[in-house]
């Protein structure tokens, strides 16, 4: 017969934190969200933490080197997406660790011989107004000058003057030497009042150029997620297929942390994944996505560093409609915390857990934390923003940016779909989609970070694990939703006229 579990599984919705008492020390300038990333031995570091709990989803339409980049920036991790060749995902690892905060390789270049029509067509194109000119016009050519809106009159030059006319030439430049630290370039950039510094090599070949603007950022950056060597830390997905040639390459690459992106992880595929990469490496991974005791025992068995939780509870997700199965996502979080905590205190050993998928609001970040989640993973959400790989289109009177499910025909990400035999997509697991467009990465997840130590001022908590202990949650009656909203008065947006 099979087993039953008569208990309705519940979503983030159903909950809501009841305060605690707000000591005066419990202010959010004093509460810090680090968060480890990987187990841990009771009284030891963690090798991996987060300064903030969010990770972004191993999905095309999140998670590229630009994603990671700024995401780390702000104390997070990316996943890279693993559904692309293993060349192309190693490249976009190497590109997150060799990017130096503040050097940037020059994404706007041409060669002497081209023109100004040429440098006006790449600025409408790219948007910048500082071109590189090298002698084979590539990044890390031989430089010869360098072009400014200064150097040009759009509306007396004409359009087929050559650059090497009006370029301003290598030895009328200031120029950093390969090697020079942020703090020296930037000097150079104050002393000479410059917008743009290149930085070349002994052979006056190109490697990088540092913006004025990108110190500043830089410096407004204190929760960077970085490794021993000031790098970027990057995790990347892999799938249960290809995994003896991907995870090699992604190792090369400099990868922080692997995880295996799957729909559903209680898997013996997984089992040999996970063994086969701690046999061979000496780097972290993750497995998932499990929804149970059950599942969560066997990947931590099986060697997993940490744990992802949540089956078809994603926002572009149709597992449940498609397949019948999956869980609600607080459920299972429950669930898989019990379970997390009972083997720490059995062995000693924390197994972080990452709750992924269906967050919606803001507070369900808090929540899945205060169940015990150690970080989030979330899709839509940072699909929304400039730093997504996807585009950003116009439709109606609104912005949007397009977001589709690995699951989906679009993606044809069939090793996170595989039950075995056939090795292609038989049906769809996602769907394709638009999220409103919602502006820079940083300006949003500030306000989210708000909303969050906010909250866990009010639950008299200034660390995630006294949030976690000192949490008191309750279910909430579908009636109390609709009192938790605003309710019985005439919204302004309505569509009241002014004369009405
Ligand atoms: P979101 O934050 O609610 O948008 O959920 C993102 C999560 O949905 C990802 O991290 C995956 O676990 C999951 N996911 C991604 N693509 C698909 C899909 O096509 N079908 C089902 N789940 C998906």
């Given at each position: 017969m099979a087993t039953y579990y008569l208990e309705p599984s519940r979503t983030f919705s159903e909950f809501l934190l009841i305060p605690n008492l707000t000591t005066k020390a419990c202010t959010p300038a004093n509460v810090t969200l680090k968060t480890p990333l990987v187990k841990f031995k009771k009284g030891e570091e963690p090798a991996i933490s987060l300064n903030i709990p969010f990770s972004s989803a191993v999905m095309q339409a999140v998670s590229d080197d630009g994603m990671a980049i700024a995401l780390a920036r702000c104390g997070g991790i990316s996943f890279i997406f693993?559904?692309?060749?293993i060349e192309a995902e190693a490249e976009m690892v190497r590109k997150v660790k060799s990017y130096k905060a503040g050097f940037v390789v020059s994404r706007s270049n041409l060669t002497p011989n081209h023109t100004l029509s040429d440098v006006l067509a790449l600025k409408e194109e790219t948007g910048h107004s500082t071109v590189a000119i090298t002698e084979d016009g590539t990044a890390n050519g031989k430089l010869l000058g360098i072009v400014t809106g200064r150097d040009y009159r759009k509306s007396r030059d004409?359009?087929?003057?050559?650059?090497s006319a009006f370029m301003t030439p290598f030895d009328k430049l200031i120029y950093g030497k390969s090697g020079v630290t942020l703090s020296e370039a930037n000097n150079l950039i104050w002393d000479h009042k410059l917008n743009c510094l290149p930085i070349v090599d002994e052979n006056q070949c190109l490697e990088t150029l540092v913006f004025r603007k990108d110190y500043d950022e830089h410096k407004e950056n204190p929760m960077e997620l970085l490794d021993a060597n000031k790098s970027y830390i990057v995790g990347a997905g892999i799938n249960t297929k290809d995994y003896m040639e991907r995870v090699p390459a992604l190792v090369e690459a400099g990868v922080d942390i692997l995880v295996i992106d799957s729909s559903d992880g209680y898997s013996e595929w997984q089992r040999e994944t996970v063994q086969y990469v701690k046999q061979n490496f000496d780097v972290k991974i993750g497995a998932g996505n499990v929804v149970d005791r059950e599942g969560f025992l066997y990947l931590v068995e099986s060697g997993a560093d940490f744990v992802k939780v949540g089956i078809g509870g994603g926002s572009i997700c149709i597992t449940r409609e498609q397949k019948g199965i999956g869980r609600g996502q607080a459920s299972s979080i429950i669930e898989v915390v019990a379970a997390r905590d009972e083997y720490y205190k059995e062995t000693g050993i924390y197994i972080p857990i990452c709750s992924d998928g269906g967050i919606v609001h803001d507070y369900h970040v808090t929540l899945a934390l205060a169940m015990g989640a150690d970080f989030v993973m979330l899709g839509r959400y940072f699909a929304r923003f400039d730093e997504s790989p996807t585009r950003k289109l116009k439709v109606g009177n609104n912005f949007v940016k397009e977001y589709w499910g690995e699951g989906s025909n679009r993606a044809r990400n069939w090793q996170r779909y595989d039950t075995g035999g056939k090795s292609k997509l038989v049906f769809e697991e996602g769907v394709d989609s638009y999220v409103p467009y919602a502006g820079s990465l940083q300006e949003n997840l500030d306000k989210t970070l708000s909303k969050i130590k906010s909250t866990m001022c009010n639950c008299g908590s200034v660390t995630l694990d006294e949030l976690k202990q000192n949490a008191r949650i309750a279910l909430v009656s579908a009636t109390s939703l609709v009192e938790g909203g605003a309710h019985d008065v005439i919204l302004k947006e309505s569509s009241l006229s002014e004369e009405s």
């Open positions: 693993g559904s692309q060749s004409p359009l087929d003057r050559p650059i």
